[in-house]
């Protein structure tokens, strides 16, 4: 399962650089035809702004991966760990219920758009919108994956459940991508 995991972080690595990079050079492009040519890539500002919806929908799967996104620990932390892990599973199931309503929204949009063509660049709008597919279902394999840990891993959910607010507040099991048994 790890050499799994390693393989889609280098993977989603990658396409998040690759994707930046490309913004960047159609941004960077553009603006120097604009300066000093007074002219421009008609569709270089549409397709970075689909790199940037794609761009940050990809780094949101990334950050529930590494548990990096914003939460309040003040009251989880001072429970004890049966409660931590019930807490842990009731906050995930209403998490699966807002993945559920992406999803859903997203396969509607997706299919709505199928035949919508972008203004400038042509592409068809569901490859815009089909990127909230694609994040509900990783979320949902991150998610259901931690909660295997918590139950089959003793030490998980106090890995899990601890918000931090720098590196250095990380611990060493999370940072070296080990599961604490």
Do not use: C
């Amino acid at each position: 399962m790890g050499k799994v995991s390693r393989f889609f972080d280098r993977l989603l690595n990658i396409i998040m650089a690759l994707f930046l990079a490309v913004m960047f050079i159609f941004v960077f492009t553009n603006v120097v035809l604009r300066y000093m040519f007074n002219s421009g890539i008609t569709w270089s500002e549409e397709m970075s702004r689909f790199l940037f919806i794609w761009l940050t929908f990809l780094g949101a799967i990334g950050a529930l991966k590494e548990n990096r996104h914003l939460g309040v620990d003040t009251l989880i932390k001072r429970l004890p760990r049966q409660a931590k892990k019930l807490v842990y599973v009731i906050g995930n199931l209403l998490v699966f219920y807002l993945l559920w309503l992406l999803f859903d929204g997203s396969v509607k949009t997706t299919l709505l758009n199928t035949d919508t063509k972008a203004a400038a660049t042509g592409l068809p709008l569901a490859l815009v919108y089909g990127v909230g597919i694609i994040t509900s279902l990783s979320f949902a394999v991150i998610l259901l994956f931690n909660l295997y840990k918590v139950f089959f891993y003793e030490k998980t959910i106090d890995v899990l459940t601890v918000m931090k607010e720098t590196e250095e507040e990380v611990p060493y099991a999370l940072r070296e991508k080990t599961i604490v048994k």
